[in-house]
């Protein structure tokens, strides 16, 4: 449960803040909402990668239907990776590592400030 | 554990953080390109999905208002001048910002600094020319005048408010992945994009003569490209009478010129075969009675294109027409009362001077019996990646010494001075800004008094009947044969000694034949009192323009617009008899080769995209001309060849001529041995080319293709467009040449206008505005150019006004 509230979590920041500001400022707010819920490291990269990624690839995917442009096409031919829809997936890649970077960043940052519970064993 | 993990995550993110936001060699940084809310995704949007209604424009008197037909063409509304140039300054950049830039960077010698040291040797050039030097120098023209340098400055202001509202979304997909980021606009750019006009269209092959009068000697030289030719039919008709007393230059007495064989590169030139037609037929040739002016400018076929359409309209007048992205308002176009066109009006505007300097440190150079100071001028080339290279460009009063030890002559201990009217203070702005308000034939020569360089031959039309045509440009006054070869520059009688007045500039209004046209010939008749010379007047497009605007009558505005796609090729018509006089069909018996030799013998002389014939002559043509010259292609030093018109006298009148006997073989050469080895090789490369690749019908060998200005952004360019013409054709269309503007305008109580260029109005290549027009264009076909109303919203885009 914690996994999909991160994740929305993680689409709306990037939704929000990412038109206004660059991508590592996007980073810095994606970590501080993982350190907030506080998953553990791996859950936390799949959840923000999973959330920024869909962001990316929903947004680049939105937008080269809606324009109808054939600027993604010439792109593609440009930098030399095949199709517009490639550089979509290429897109969504860099959204998905960016994501989960930024996130596990964020988890790990709070396990060393939370401290571990003494004597668990001792009763 | 638990630090390692965040140390671990945390170097990752800084490290992937860093990586993406850097350029690797010559990819750009990763996250600015594809992220979608700052990377080249947004230039997918289309300016109309984009649309403002309301854009905040500091400085402005009134609002201005702005209606953008389904074209994207924008019609300005302003109260006055400076709000209206202030906006042009803004809408053009919205859709031309990466342009304009590019274009003046390229005239200031500044590319090193965006793509790096590929750059520095192109960069030199432009800047040996003196195209900044001479740009400096407009510049101080144009604000001598504090009505013009306001202009300029509101126009800057406005190009300038846009770039400060700049986001990482909106800049031009072309500064993203060139990764660098625009600078402020200023009046100089302005004077820097005329210049970059000046180079396209000027050129000189003084080089080229001095080598061929060193080897052929100076009367072979004169046989082979004679002053004027058989069939001279001029800009300005030949039965114009001269009544002014012409100003007299002493000639020196021995013409002696400097004896070097010069082996370097020479400057690149434009084109050959490249130029315009205009013309205006008066309302006593036309159906309606009204006058009809018709324009296009043949240039390099670029994207973005070069010229941008626009109406710019004040209470007091209402202007449309193509415009140059970076440049005072419309260059090419009409008004209510008046429509004007240019074509370039070459006349050898460029010399050489071959310097002698004192000693090594070049502080001093011969002139006369004098020693006279030089300049130096640093220019300092910012390359990146690198440190900046600092060139040193000697001046003379000539001009820039361009060749000297370390710029293309690296074997040759030469020097020598550019000449050049591009250099000098000029006016060229002002010229259009009244051009745009003109009401009749006075106003047109008021603007045109300030008109120096590139020379245009302005065309002109009016409301009121009267049409004209005007050769202007600041030209010196020369002796005869005077500029053709380079020149001592240390005899003061080789320099220039006068120029031209401007009254007395050649010129006519309303001639008897109810006509004026231009298509880049010779400009008058031998009966001007004035020596007039340049290697690549044009003899064919001119004829055929001529002939046909005799042969009209009830002249309408599509008779112009077909005129204007006219696919004639009059080279062909008068070279393919004699050619296949010559040739020796009993030797050509393969089945291939009499095929080839049916359709070229059954063409009607078109050169339509579909007509296979102009492909077989285009390549048996170029075979010949290969034979002909073999050995002069073969010499070291850069000569050039006799035109086509010459070539096609020679091949007809003296077959036998010692001229096509190549010195180094032991038989005799005719034309005959030249035209049937020409065919041979025809047929051997034409089966060869249908093997690979097909149809050779004519769009399919020619291949028209429209580029990006940088030439590595191929999936911008449009390629293979399916279109006819050709070199020397009044529809120019060759391979990257061709109609870069076609308009058609006929005058009236409301003037009725068409125009198309091969582009689209918008720079950014993923808006559906970048090269729309395209295919229009490559069908003949024209969009409506009429004046609009600021009340007359019907089919708008859209609108937006400037607060």
């Given at each position: 449960?914690?996994?999909i509230g991160?994740?929305?979590?993680?689409?709306?920041?990037?939704?929000?803040?990412?038109?206004f500001?660059p991508?590592?400022?996007?980073?810095?707010?994606i970590?501080?909402?993982?350190?907030?819920?506080?998953?553990?490291?791996?859950?936390?990269?799949?959840?923000?990668?999973?959330?920024?990624?869909?962001?990316?690839?929903?947004?680049?995917?939105?937008?080269?239907?809606?324009?109808?442009?054939?600027?993604?096409?010439?792109?593609?031919?440009l930098?030399?990776?095949?199709?517009?829809?490639?550089l979509?997936?290429?897109?969504?890649?860099?959204?998905?590592i960016?994501?989960?970077?930024?996130?596990?960043?964020?988890s790990?940052?709070?396990?060393?400030?939370?401290?571990?519970p003494?004597?668990?064993?001792?009763? | 554990?638990?630090?390692?993990?965040?140390?671990?995550?945390?170097?990752l993110?800084?490290?992937?953080?860093?990586?993406?936001?850097?350029?690797?060699?010559?990819?750009?940084?990763?996250?600015?390109?594809?992220?979608?809310?700052?990377?080249?995704?947004?230039?997918?949007?289309?300016?109309?999905?984009?649309a403002?209604?309301?854009?905040?424009?500091?400085?402005?008197?009134?609002?201005?208002?702005?209606?953008?037909?389904e074209?994207?063409?924008p019609?300005?509304?302003?109260?006055?001048?400076?709000?209206?140039?202030?906006?042009?300054?803004?809408?053009?950049?919205?859709?031309?910002?990466?342009?304009?830039?590019?274009?003046?960077?390229?005239?200031a010698?500044?590319?090193?600094?965006?793509?790096?040291?590929?750059?520095?040797?192109l960069?030199?050039?432009?800047?040996r020319?003196?195209?900044?030097?001479?740009?400096?120098?407009?510049?101080?023209g144009?604000?001598?005048?504090?009505?013009?340098?306001?202009?300029l400055?509101?126009?800057?202001?406005?190009?300038?408010?846009?770039?400060?509202?700049?986001?990482?979304?909106?800049?031009?997909?072309?500064?993203?992945?060139?990764?660098?980021r625009?600078?402020?606009?200023?009046?100089?750019?302005?004077a820097?994009l005329?210049?970059?006009?000046?180079?396209?269209?000027?050129?000189?092959?003084?080089?080229q003569f001095?080598n061929?009068?060193?080897?052929?000697?100076?009367?072979m030289?004169?046989k082979?490209?004679?002053?004027?030719?058989k069939?001279?039919?001029?800009?300005?008709?030949?039965?114009?009478?001269?009544?002014?007393?012409?100003?007299?230059?002493?000639?020196?007495?021995?013409?002696?010129?400097?004896?070097?064989?010069?082996?370097?590169?020479p400057l690149?030139?434009?084109e050959?075969?490249?130029g315009s037609?205009?013309?205006?037929?008066?309302?006593?040739?036309?159906?309606?009675?009204?006058?009809?002016?018709?324009?296009?400018?043949?240039?390099?076929l670029?994207?973005?294109?070069?010229?941008?359409?626009?109406?710019?309209?004040?209470?007091?007048?209402?202007?449309?027409?193509?415009?140059?992205?970076?440049?005072?308002?419309?260059?090419?176009?009409?008004?209510?009362?008046?429509?004007?066109?240019?074509?370039?009006?070459?006349?050898?505007?460029?010399?050489?001077?071959?310097?002698?300097?004192?000693?090594?440190?070049?502080?001093?150079?011969?002139?006369?019996?004098?020693?006279?100071?030089?300049?130096?001028?640093?220019?300092?080339?910012?390359?990146?990646g690198?440190?900046?290279?600092?060139?040193?460009?000697?001046?003379?009063h000539?001009?820039?010494?361009?060749?000297?030890?370390?710029?293309?002559?690296?074997?040759?201990?030469v020097?020598?001075?550019?000449?050049?009217?591009?250099?000098?203070?000029?006016?060229?702005?002002?010229?259009f800004?009244?051009?745009?308000?003109?009401?009749?034939?006075?106003?047109?020569?008021?603007?045109?008094?300030?008109?120096?360089?590139?020379?245009?031959?302005?065309?002109?039309?009016?409301?009121d009947?009267?049409?004209?045509?005007?050769?202007?440009g600041?030209?010196?006054?020369?002796?005869e044969?005077?500029?053709?070869?380079?020149?001592?520059?240390?005899d003061?009688?080789?320099?220039?000694?006068?120029?031209?007045?401007?009254?007395?500039?050649?010129?006519?209004?309303?001639?008897?034949?109810g006509?004026?046209?231009?298509?880049?010939?010779h400009p008058?008749?031998?009966?001007?009192?004035?020596?007039?010379?340049?290697?690549?007047?044009?003899?064919?497009r001119?004829?055929?323009?001529n002939?046909?605007?005799?042969?009209?009558?009830?002249?309408?505005?599509?008779?112009?617009?077909?005129?204007?796609?006219?696919?004639?090729?009059?080279?062909?018509?008068?070279?393919?008899?004699?050619?296949?006089d010559?040739?020796?069909?009993?030797?050509?018996?393969?089945?291939?080769?009499?095929?080839y030799?049916?359709?070229?013998?059954s063409?009607?002389?078109?050169?339509?995209?579909?007509?296979k014939?102009?492909?077989?002559?285009?390549?048996?043509?170029?075979?010949?001309?290969?034979q002909?010259?073999?050995?002069w292609?073969?010499?070291?030093?850069?000569?050039?060849?006799?035109?086509?018109?010459?070539?096609?006298?020679l091949?007809?009148?003296?077959?036998?001529?010692?001229?096509?006997?190549?010195k180094?073989?032991?038989?005799?050469?005719?034309?005959?041995t030249?035209v049937?080895a020409?065919?041979?090789?025809?047929?051997?490369?034409?089966?060869?080319?249908?093997?690979?690749?097909?149809?050779?019908?004519?769009?399919?060998?020619?291949?028209?293709?429209v580029?990006?200005?940088?030439?590595?952004?191929?999936?911008?360019?449009?390629?293979?467009?399916?279109?006819?013409?050709?070199?020397?054709?009044?529809?120019?269309?060759s391979?990257?040449?061709?109609?870069s503007?076609?308009?058609?305008?006929?005058?009236g109580?409301?003037?009725?206008?068409?125009?198309?260029?091969?582009?689209?109005?918008s720079?950014?290549?993923?808006?559906?505005?970048?090269?729309?027009m395209i295919?229009?264009?490559?069908?003949?076909?024209?969009?409506d150019?009429?004046?609009r109303?600021?009340?007359?919203?019907?089919?708008?885009?859209f609108?937006?006004?400037?607060?």
């Open positions: 449960m914690k996994f991160l994740t929305f979590l993680v689409i709306l920041v990037v939704g929000i803040i990412n038109p500001f991508f590592w400022v996007v980073m810095i707010f970590a501080i909402v993982s350190a907030f819920i506080g998953l553990p490291a791996f859950v936390s990269f799949l959840a923000g990668a999973l959330g920024m990624g869909l962001v990316w690839v929903g947004q680049s995917f939105y937008l080269s239907i809606y324009s109808g442009s054939d600027l993604p096409q010439k792109m593609a031919e930098i030399g990776v095949g199709s517009g829809m490639t979509v997936a290429i897109t969504g890649v860099l959204g998905f960016i994501g989960g970077l930024s996130a596990w960043t964020g790990a940052f709070r396990k060393v400030f939370t401290p571990a003494d004597n668990i064993y001792r009763g | 554990m638990k630090y390692l993990s965040l140390i671990v995550s945390l170097i993110s800084v490290g992937l953080a860093f990586l993406i936001s850097r350029p690797i060699d010559s990819v750009p940084p990763l996250a600015g390109l594809l992220d979608p809310n700052h990377g080249f995704w947004q230039n997918t949007l289309s300016e109309d999905q984009i403002e209604k309301e854009i905040d424009l500091d400085n402005l008197s009134a609002p201005v208002k702005v209606i953008y037909d074209d994207l063409i019609h300005v509304f302003a109260e006055n001048e400076l709000d209206l140039y202030r906006a042009q300054g803004y809408i053009t950049a919205q859709h031309r910002l990466w342009q304009m830039e590019f274009q003046t960077h390229a005239a010698g500044r590319i090193s600094e965006i793509v790096g040291p590929a750059a520095i040797e960069d030199r050039m432009n800047r020319k003196g195209l900044a030097f001479g740009a400096e120098k407009g510049l101080a144009m604000s001598s005048e504090p009505e013009i340098e306001a202009i400055e509101a126009f800057s202001d406005g190009v300038n408010q846009y770039i400060d509202g700049l986001t990482d979304a909106t800049l031009p997909v072309e500064y993203k992945i060139l990764n660098y625009p600078e402020h606009w200023t009046p100089y750019k302005s820097l005329l210049k970059y006009m000046a180079d396209m269209l000027m050129g000189d092959s003084d080089l001095s061929l009068r060193k080897i052929l000697g100076e009367e030289v004169n082979l490209f004679p002053y004027f030719p069939d001279n039919d001029p800009v300005i008709e030949a039965e114009r009478i001269w009544d002014f007393d012409p100003i007299q230059v002493q000639s020196p007495d021995t013409t002696v010129y400097p004896n070097d064989l010069l082996v370097m590169d690149p030139q434009p050959p075969g490249i037609n205009n013309w205006a037929v008066s309302g006593s040739k036309t159906k309606s009675g009204r006058p009809i002016l018709a324009n296009d400018p043949h240039l390099s670029n994207l973005p294109s070069i010229w941008y359409s626009m109406q710019l309209t004040t209470p007091n007048h209402s202007v449309k027409g193509a415009t140059l992205p970076g440049a005072i308002g419309v260059i090419s176009g009409f008004n209510e009362n008046i429509a004007w066109g240019v074509t370039n009006a070459t006349k050898d505007a460029r010399d050489w001077y071959k310097i002698t300097f004192k000693d090594e440190s070049r502080t001093q150079y011969k002139y006369g019996d004098e020693w006279r100071d030089t300049e130096f001028r640093i220019e300092e080339i910012k390359v990146k690198e440190d900046a290279f600092i060139d040193t460009v000697v001046y003379t000539y001009g820039p010494v361009v060749y000297d030890k370390s710029f293309r002559s690296d074997r040759q201990d020097n020598f001075s550019l000449k050049w009217t591009a250099h000098e203070e000029s006016q060229e702005v002002k010229t800004i009244l051009m745009n308000k003109a009401k009749n034939h006075d106003d047109y020569n008021d603007a045109l008094d300030n008109y120096i360089a590139p020379p245009q031959n302005f065309v002109f039309a009016a409301k009947g009267d049409i004209a045509m005007r050769i202007q600041k030209f010196p006054v020369k002796w044969g005077q500029g053709r070869f380079f020149m001592d520059g240390a003061p009688l080789m320099d220039w000694q006068a120029y031209i007045p401007f009254d007395q500039n050649a010129s006519t209004l309303n001639p008897e034949r006509f004026v046209s231009s298509a880049n010939q008058v008749d031998p009966s001007y009192p004035y020596f007039v010379w340049d290697r690549s007047y044009e003899h064919y001119n004829r055929r323009l002939n046909e605007l005799r042969r009209m009558d009830d002249i309408t505005v599509d008779d112009m617009k077909a005129l204007q796609f006219d696919d004639y090729y009059l080279h062909a018509a008068e070279a393919l008899p004699v050619i296949l010559l040739l020796d069909e009993e030797k050509f018996n393969s089945d291939v080769a009499k095929k030799l049916q359709e070229l013998k063409w009607d002389f078109y050169a339509d995209p579909n007509q014939a102009p492909t077989l002559f285009y390549i048996w043509w170029d075979k010949i001309d290969d002909i010259w073999k050995e292609y073969e010499w070291e030093a850069l000569v050039t060849t006799p035109n086509n018109y010459q070539m096609v006298e091949l007809k009148n003296e077959p036998q001529g010692e001229i096509f006997d190549h180094n073989t032991s038989e005799t050469e005719t034309a005959a030249h049937n020409g065919f041979a090789e025809l047929v051997e490369t034409m089966s060869e080319w249908e093997s690979e690749e097909g149809d050779y019908s004519w769009a399919n060998y020619k291949r028209t293709s580029r990006h200005l940088v030439p590595q952004f191929e999936s911008f360019s449009v390629t293979n467009i399916y279109t006819g013409g050709g070199r020397g054709i009044l529809n120019a269309t391979e990257r040449h061709g109609a503007w076609r308009m058609v305008v006929e005058l109580e409301t003037p009725n206008a068409y125009g198309i260029y091969p582009g689209g109005q720079g950014n290549p993923g808006s559906r505005f970048y090269s729309n295919s229009r264009w490559s069908k003949g076909e024209y969009i150019f009429s004046l109303s600021l009340d007359d919203t019907q089919g708008a885009l609108t937006t006004t400037f607060n």
